[in-house]
């Protein structure tokens, strides 16, 4: 069974720093693109931050290019997402979404169940 | 970017009714790489429909997916009880993947 489960979520001040993860089981971690989405507070979703079954290749929303950066570790199968300069419009729940493939293009088959970060002083 | 514009953003049914919620593209969405996702309260997406009318596994046969190029269709033939969520198309076949900002099906 494909799990996603993520954590590390919490309330941090503004211009502060927060890493959050993910960590799965059921499938060959390696093989696959893990993305991270963002939902605000009773608004919809939005594409943060991929990265490719290897970790070599990155790509990132406008809106946290620079602030953000994803990584893998494929001997732990864990996906972190190191967040720093936050702002109040960081706040979200953060979900880690499998891909379908290695590489682009493919569609979020798997969701975790999300880690709310909060960027309030 | 490719925008994803969602109609309407509210839907009225009653339970047995045929639902069908709209997705359009700001351009022609590469390969129809378009999915569609349910979200219900306080849970996370579940994929629905990929390759904009491909079932994911698991799906009922109520819920399908027509379109191509910037216009696009969900359908839910007879809608349970459970059917009643937010629903989200995404397109990804261009970088950023993006998603349109819901429609949500609501018991009327």
């Known amino acids: 069974e494909v799990q996603l489960v993520e954590s590390g979520g919490g309330l941090v001040q503004p211009g502060g720093s927060l890493r959050v993860s993910c960590a799965a089981s059921?499938?060959?971690?390696?093989?696959?693109?893990i993305n991270w989405v963002r939902q605000a507070p009773g608004k919809g979703l939005e594409w943060v931050s991929a990265i490719s079954g290897s970790g070599g290749a990155t790509s990132y929303a406008d809106s946290v290019k620079g602030r953000f950066t994803i990584s893998r570790d494929n001997s732990k199968n864990t996906l972190s997402l190191q967040m720093n300069s936050l702002r109040a419009e960081d706040t979200a729940i953060y979900y880690c979404a499998k891909g379908t493939s290695a590489y682009y293009p493919y569609y979020f088959d798997y969701w975790g169940q999300g880690t709310l970060v909060t960027v309030s002083s | 970017e490719v925008v994803l514009t969602q109609s309407p953003d509210t839907l009225s049914l009653s339970p047995g009714e045929r639902a069908t919620l709209s997705c359009r593209a700001s351009q022609s969405v590469s390969s129809n790489y378009l999915a569609w996702y349910q979200q219900k309260p306080g849970q996370a997406p579940r994929l629905l429909i990929y390759?904009?009318?491909n079932r994911a596994t698991g799906i009922p046969d109520r819920f399908s997916g027509s379109g191509s190029g910037t216009d696009f269709t969900l359908t839910i033939s007879r809608l349970e009880p459970e059917d009643f969520a937010v629903y989200y198309c995404?397109?990804?076949?261009?970088?950023?993947?993006?998603f349109g900002q819901g429609t949500k099906v609501e018991i009327k």
């Open positions: 059921g499938f060959t971690f390696s093989s696959y693109a």
């Open positions: 995404q397109q990804y076949g261009s970088s950023p993947r993006t």
């Open positions: 390759g904009a009318s």
